[in-house]
């Protein structure tokens, strides 16, 4: 089955979600792999801040994207930042006690599980979209009216239109059944139905 173009765009804006997803994770990973590395003998300490210091600054980057293109998507919690922004260097770090350095290794796989979860959901949706399956996925532009990208959503705009003509099209058809008031009878009256 051929897809739409609607259902490829929502393909190609998953596919742009698990790429940056991905490449957050692989991120991720570089940044506990240079900590763990950091207190090994024989390593050079300060190229390794160097890196720490950069893939930091990477991850506070595309951390920021990431929330801003997963949008409804994004299931990490505030606290992947909280590691990254409390991890100032590694001699800083590795300073601490036993107990903090347990405790910032379990953050970290919490936060590794949770983008983990976040890619899966996110693959999810591309495998589906690619089968055919009408999609929705929000986009910053949806507020100027630019679409969805995906099949299946409606803009907040449009939803409140329909329901209120809905509403309008129920209190008329009571008003006819119901005969309230008189007005049902006065309505037939005059569009000759009676």
Known sequence: MALSKKQLRTV????????LCREFMNDWLLFNQILTTYPN????????ENQFLKIK???????????QTLMDDYSLDA???????GA???????SQSEVALKKLQTEWHRAFIAINETLGSIEDKKLRAEQGEKIFVATADLATGGGGGGGGGMDPATLKTILIIGAVIAVI????????GGLGTMYKNALGMQ
Do not use: C, W
């Not at 190609?12 to 790429?19: A, F, I, K």
């Not at 600054?57 to 929330?67: D, G």
């Not at 058809?173 to 309230?180: E, K």
């Open 12 to 19: 190609q804006l998953l596919e742009r979600r698990v790429e």
């Open 41 to 48: 003998p024989g390593v050079n300490k300060a190229q390794l």
């Open 57 to 67: 600054s990477k991850l506070a980057r595309q951390h920021r994207v990431l929330q």
């Open 173 to 180: 058809a009571i008003v006819f059944v119901l005969d309230i």
């Open 88 to 94: 100032t260097n590694l001699e800083a770090i590795y």
């Open 79 to 85: 606290n992947t930042m909280n590691i990254v922004s």
